[in-house]
């Protein structure tokens, strides 16, 4: 099993900073994919950002240039660096592990991030 701990959301300005931080802990494999999910009220969770165990990162195409994601895998943990934060980015953010191996899937418990114009 496989616990994910998201931190680092709250209120900020638009055009403000705020950098999510995810750990993971439990049953990891080396191989995974972490990444970053969002949901907004009335609306369906999306992708935001992934990263693969070596590096590889990919974003949604309104948070390209704003939006960095990166992962220290020797703390299992993953972050997003967010900039330059937009009312439109207010949701929640969930934390997501997939196991590349076993094809198992993890979720954190989410954390507010809200964006005031």
């Known amino acids: 099993q496989v616990q994910l701990v998201e931190s680092g959301g709250g209120l900020v300005q638009s055009g403000g900073s705020l950098r999510l931080s995810c750990a993971a802990s439990?049953?990891?494999?080396?191989?995974?994919?972490m990444g970053w999910y969002r949901q907004a009220p009335g609306k369906e969770r999306e992708k935001v950002a992934t990263?693969?165990?070596?590096?590889?990162?990919v974003y949604t195409d309104p948070v390209k240039g704003r939006f960095t994601i990166s992962r220290d895998n020797a703390k299992n943990t993953v972050y997003l660096q967010m900039n330059s934060l937009e009312p439109e980015d207010t949701a929640v953010y969930y934390c997501?592990?997939?196991?590349?191996?076993?094809?198992?899937?993890?979720w954190g418990q989410g954390t507010q991030v809200t964006v005031s114009s």
């Open positions: 997501n592990l997939r196991a590349l191996v076993t094809g198992d899937i993890y």
């Open positions: 439990g049953s990891i494999f080396s191989i995974n994919m």
């Open positions: 990263i693969t165990s070596s590096g590889r990162a």
